[in-house]
T-cell receptor, first 111, second 112 residues
Framework: GIQVEQSPPDLILQEGANSTLRCNFSDSVNNLQWFHQNPWGQLINLFYIPSGTKQNGRLSATTVATERYSLLYISSSQTTDSGVYFCAVDWVLNSGYALNFGKGTSLLVTP | EAQVTQNPRYLITVTGKKLTVTCSQNMNHEYMSWYRQDPGLGLRQIYYSMNVEVTDKGDVPEGYKVSRKEKRNFPLILESPSPNQTSLYFC???????????FGSGTQLSVL
């Protein structure tokens, strides 16, 4: 199946700092999604971004499908940004559809 | 409120005792799926359903069953749970397979 690699695996930031998370994937995909898993375990969909750039408040994402990567930007980080960030890419199976997740980037934002 | 609802939130059981984790969505989504999350292994797909009465295996289907008799419900069944099925389980849905995916709150299962 398609391989999804995220970097860095761990990241510690001081509140107010900016960061960039990267997601590389090994084959062509139809779309890519970014999720945030908060410390309570909930998975929240941040972006559905097969290509191009989207922004949502302090977060933005860019996917360059032709080069097989996506970036998630967090600006002016806050402690509530802590958690694990996952990217997931989809690929079509013979009879259906699958979503493959990367191993995630664990982010800790300190006061 | 549009949501994916899983129950129970926490479950402790013993080896071999059949259990069902329920999943329901109120968004009229066609596509539903189950994932398990384990430390170091990330999220892995167990089963998915493209539509009512259409289900298929994901990456780790062994030991699990699902059914999709109605569009809104997609229960996960463990006929004979074993300790290696101790995990955090998530149900998810999207309008169509290639659309934005929404997750339930998760079910933490411990099999003793």
């Amino acid at each position: 199946g398609i391989q999804v690699e995220q970097s860095p695996p761990d990241l510690i930031l001081q509140e107010g700092a900016n960061s960039t998370l990267r997601c590389n994937f090994s084959d062509s995909v139809n779309n890519l999604q970014w999720f945030h898993q908060n410390p309570w375990g909930q998975l929240i969909n941040l972006f559905y971004i097969p290509s191009g750039t989207k922004q949502n408040g302090r977060l933005s994402a860019t996917t360059v499908a032709t080069e097989r990567y996506s970036l998630l930007y967090i600006s002016s980080s806050q402690t509530t940004d802590s958690g694990v960030y996952f990217c997931a890419v989809d690929w079509v199976l013979n009879s259906g559809y699958a979503l493959n997740f990367g191993k995630g980037t664990s982010l800790l934002v300190t006061p | 409120e549009a949501q994916v609802t899983q129950n129970p939130r926490y479950l402790i059981t013993v080896t071999g005792k059949k259990l069902t984790v329920t999943c329901s969505q109120n968004m009229n989504h066609e596509y539903m799926s189950w994932y398990r999350q384990d430390p170091g292994l990330g999220l892995r797909q167990i089963y998915y359903s493209m539509n009512v009465e259409v289900t298929d295996k994901g990456d780790v289907p062994e030991g699990y069953k699902v059914s999709r008799k109605e569009k809104r419900n997609f229960p996960l069944i463990l006929e004979s749970p074993s300790p290696n099925q101790t995990s955090l389980y998530f149900c998810a849905s999207s309008l169509y397979p290639n659309e934005k995916l929404f997750f339930g709150s998760g079910t933490q299962l411990s099999v003793l």
